[in-house]
């Protein structure tokens, strides 16, 4: 069997470690295989997908050490490896689906698929698709689709018995066909959810193994019916443990940063980031902790992966960072902090917000200090000077995170008009709201310009430091977070739930 492995991250946010940790095992396994590795982008998500965000991926990626035979920069023989540039192919699919009575339209509106949800949670039931439309005829479905009437289309489920998922690492999981959902395929806008254009990427694409994460296990079955509904043979399946936080709950960037930009803006070397990635859940056979990525390669293997959940260790990473900075020459180690904060590109936005003040160049370690470094020195009397009680402080940071966790152009106008719309909402002066996240971002109450410090920080580390000035006031308790949830409603928002991404 020739090797295919793959990642398919979503350009819909910052480029997640958690991307680059499923990224290195899947390469790793090919290479040490002599196979191929590929990367597709799953932009099916027209609302939330961004080139921007894509690009972001691809450099993140690259800078880490990792880079692929085949993907949408670089071309391949199963292209095109965007699916948003594959569309034909899933509604091919999709009807041959119909056709053989796999697959069948469904109109049911959001309101009452959420009241089915409801009425299901209350009876303590799974929360799945009640089958509504499954009994209409082809000349119902036909006139309402000439009527315009839109539609989805989603995928049969057998009403009883188990499926059975071949697992690598875990044997056979057995999931009851009761607990998978009539899964929508096709959404009513043409584009395919994942599960069918994971499945016939997979497929098209020869993909021989797929190494993703845990939480991909409850999907599974879906997955494994399409491949039998469209009798091919599925690859072979292998889950990954997920990264933990040190407290063992799930890798979340509301505990953790989880931004490849956000560690690389923090000068963490590409080297030792991969290298503590490939711990995770991972053990050389010679006990080594500390390794090159050829090394890793070289000696890799499935059975060494651990199923035990791998915690993402901050102060793991550190140590390891440091021991490979103590690696380098001197020569070395003064390159690489140039190529890090001291480069043309990193200093070319900040000259002009900072030549009109400055007198010495030895002006500029206290007046930039925050945009290249972390310690802002803050603690919570750091905001005691603001004319606002500290809960509405905190009230304003958490506001402000929410509503930047959902911006999807990383712009200084976005970013005004951001939180321009976040004061109106809440009847306060801009000049009020922005006070607090002055101190947030550089520990001070004047600063430089607000907007160009956030786009010069970016959005990983903006969002990072509102996140620790919130845990530096005492943080949010699950009744605050209710009483803020509910205020932040009132505001017209979608709500924190929308803001997070994977």
Same mark, same amino acid.
């Given at each position: 069997?020739? %090797? ?92 041959? =689906? ?18 089915? $949800? ?154 030792? =980031? ?13 006990? $080594? ?12 293997? =499935? ?21 490979? =900075? ?10 690489? %902090? ?128 509102? $996140? ?35």
């Amino acid at each position: 069997m020739t %090797v295919r492995t793959r990642v398919a991250p979503s350009p819909t946010g910052d480029p997640h470690v958690g991307t680059a940790y499923v990224a290195l095992f899947n390469m790793a396994f090919a290479r040490s295989q002599g196979g191929t590795f590929v990367l597709r982008i799953e932009d099916t998500d027209q609302v939330r997908s961004t080139a921007g965000s894509e690009k972001m991926i691809l450099d993140s990626l690259r800078w880490l050490g990792l880079d692929w035979d085949e993907g949408p920069d670089c071309g391949g023989a199963f292209g095109p490896y965007r699916q948003s540039e594959r569309s034909d192919v899933y509604r091919r699919h999709v009807e041959v =689906l119909i056709e053989a009575g796999h697959a069948f339209h469904c109109f049911c509106s959001s309101e009452r698929l959420d009241e089915v $949800r409801q009425a299901q949670q209350q009876r303590g039931e799974t929360g799945r698709y009640d089958g509504h439309c499954l009994g209409l005829d082809d000349a119902e479905v036909q006139r309402r689709l000439s009527a315009g009437e839109a539609a989805v289309v989603r995928m049969k489920v057998p009403e009883s018995g188990v499926c059975h998922i071949d697992d690598l690492f875990r044997g056979v999981i057995e999931i009851d066909y009761q607990q998978v959902d009539m899964q929508v395929l096709l959404k009513s806008d043409g584009m395919p959810t994942y599960h069918l254009a994971n499945v016939v990427d997979d497929h098209l694409m020869e993909i021989s193994h797929v190494i993703r994460g845990e939480e991909w296990i409850n999907s599974a079955p879906k997955h494994r019916l399409l491949y039998d509904y469209f009798g091919w043979t599925p690859p072979v399946l292998a889950h990954l443990p997920l990264l933990r936080n040190p407290d063992r709950s799930k890798l979340s960037k509301r505990k953790n940063p989880t931004s490849i930009q956000y560690y690389r803006r923090m000068g963490y070397l590409p080297e030792a =980031l991969l290298n503590f990635l490939g711990l995770m859940g991972y053990s050389m056979a010679d006990g $080594r902790e500390q390794f090159e990525l050829g090394d890793f390669i070289a000696s890799f293997s =499935l059975d060494r992966i651990s199923l035990g959940a791998p915690v993402f260790d901050l102060e793991k990473l550190n140590w390891l960072n440091g021991t490979w =900075l103590r690696g380098l020459s001197d020569e070395a180690f003064a390159d690489r %902090v140039v190529q890090w904060a001291l480069n043309r590109e990193q200093l070319m936005p900040i000259v002009p917000l900072v030549k009109e003040r400055t007198e010495r160049f030895a002006d500029l370690v206290a007046t930039t200090g925050y945009l290249l470094g972390d310690n802002r020195g803050l603690s919570a009397d750091s905001f005691a000077q603001l004319a606002m009680e500290p809960e509405a402080v905190l009230e304003v940071l958490q506001f402000a995170l929410w509503r930047l966790e959902q911006v999807p152009d990383w712009e200084r106008s976005t970013l005004v008009e951001c939180m321009t719309s976040l004061a109106a909402g809440l009847g306060v002066k801009i000049r009020a709201l922005l006070g607090p996240l002055f101190i947030a971002l550089s520990g001070r109450p004047v600063a430089l310009p607000l907007y160009d410090s956030m786009v010069i920080l970016g959005s990983d580390v903006t969002r990072a430091r509102l $996140r620790d000035a919130i845990d530096v006031l005492g943080g949010v308790s699950k009744k605050q977070a209710k009483r803020l949830e509910k205020r932040y409603r009132e505001l017209g928002e979608a709500g924190p739930d929308a803001a997070a991404t994977p």
